[in-house]
């Protein structure tokens, strides 16, 4: 049987209060055929990422879930943090895994989007491929707020301002975290690697100060891994902080990897010259596990 | 349904005669359920890696049949290489991938073994797992030539020598090539960080001249790799060539490498720090695509 799978990422823009963030969860997972892949909370950013899949449909239901939840919940008048939002949802992408194609993502996040207008009294943007003009697409350029919600608004709402919803292929969330306290460094890094001053073509970066650990972030998204590459965008971050004496602390990553990313990594700082894919028994058994 | 799957790595000595490398290939190939998954030849070595793997039947099938086109075309007595061997069919390894234990496979390492000595009257070592004490089952002892096989002999084949068959485990074979031409360096990288000479407890390791390119090469195997990581055993190699002014000029897998290898190289040259296998998005849906 061919399986039918959508990944959904929302960013709650709650980090500190561990019962918001379990509610939040748990309304998700009260979603038959859903699977919680991973749960994460940062409080310097003050933002939670769940990351689910399942069925189009069982990802609708749990989404919306979510999304009440966080609105209920989450009061963005005495919110603080150092990751920019617009919402207590602040965005939920759609993500195609298997069998299902970015254009029905896009369909998904529209009907979501129409549901979270119509019954939450929440505004809603759609972005990247759910976008209602390539204009209107990047995540940036919503947050900056000059522009009119595609459904409600002008006016959002008082405490769960608007919520971003769209669909998108497998990014790479990454940060790399330095050793300086100084975050116009991480800013500069930032703004050199980043697509939106002519840095990687798939790269997003925003320098943020992690005030926990008194260090600052670069913090990455990667939109095509397979064209900009997690392991040259981590060698770039660390050649700017050498030449500026400093070096990287650690990294980590925010939702999930795909295998390849990681493959591509390890053969590039192993140095490996024969490496493909094939390599690799699980893949190479793939055929095989399937035939015999 | 359950698969029951075993991987063989047959080593044959021939790596500079294509067509006897493609005529032992085809007879591994021809028996149905048998898929080959990698084949590799190495003209310096003048040895053939051929990886295969499906069923324990069909596995004991393509082995028998590779192995009874190697002796039949392989003259050892005109043979050169810079590998060490002692057989047209050097070494053959069987190994548990999926729903076999490493006893079973010691089990068709006998079984096949019996065959090869009654049926092409070359005489078997049996080796590792399948060894018939402790004291037989390295490698390195049998090909010193001082112990009788396990069946036949003492006197060899007069042109196949000898065919050593056992069963391991999963094993990374590794080569890492120096931007030297001095055997005497990659010979002694080697020795300090192979486990027979108080180096890595799960690396063994030569230094090998390639002629094709006039470099040296550490040529490693590393025989569990969840216990002596791939990314530590190349730093080590790495940091002792630095110390002597040298550097790695690139490296290949023979053979194939279990995904998991890799994707803690990855975590540690990208120095992740929540890395575990759960945040690669193949895995984390791996319950979910058996389930949905």
């Known amino acids: 049987m ?39 909370t940062d409080a310097d950013h003050n933002r939670s990422v769940i990351t689910f899949a399942g069925t189009p449909e069982a990802v609708r239901q749990a989404a919306l879930r979510g999304i009440a939840e966080a609105v209920q919940r989450i ?56 976008a209602r003009s390539s204009d209107r697409a990047p995540l940036e350029k919503l947050r900056a707020g000059h522009l009119a919600p595609d459904l409600g608004g002008p006016a959002l709402h008082p405490t769960a301002g608007a919520c971003v919803i769209g669909a998108r292929k497998i990014l790479i969330a990454f940060n790399i975290v330095l050793n300086t306290a100084d975050l116009s460094i991480a800013r500069a890094i930032a703004k050199k690697i980043r697509a939106s001053s002519g840095g990687f073509r798939f790269v997003k970066a925003l320098g943020l100060l992690l005030a926990s650990r ?46 390849k990313a990681l493959e591509e990594a390890a053969a590039h700082f192993l140095r490996c010259r024969n490496f493909h894919s094939g390599l690799v028994i699980e893949n190479a058994l793939l055929p095989l596990t399937e035939k015999v």
Chains 1, 2 share one sequence.
């Not at 039918?4 to 998700?28: H, K």
């Open 75 to 130: 009061d963005l008048s005495t919110h603080s943090g150092v990751h920019p939002r617009i919402g207590a949802a602040d965005v939920v992408p759609f993500v195609p895994l298997e069998g299902v194609t970015l254009e029905e993502c896009a369909a998904l996040a529209h009907d979501v989007g129409r549901e979270v207008w119509e019954t939450l009294r929440v505004p809603v943007y759609f972005y990247e491929a759910a």
């Open 214 to 259: 008194n260090l600052a972030q670069v913090s990455l998204n990667l939109t095509d891994y397979e064209q900009t590459p997690l392991h040259l965008v981590f060698e770039a971050v660390a050649a700017e902080a050498l030449a500026l004496g400093l070096e990287i602390v650690d990294t980590e990553i925010i939702g999930l990897v795909p295998a």
């Open 2 to 40: 061919a399986h039918r799978l959508i990944e959904c990422v929302p960013n709650f823009s709650e980090g500190r209060n561990a019962q918001t963030v379990d509610a939040i969860g748990q309304a998700i997972a009260s979603v038959a055929q859903v699977r919680v892949l991973r749960s994460e």
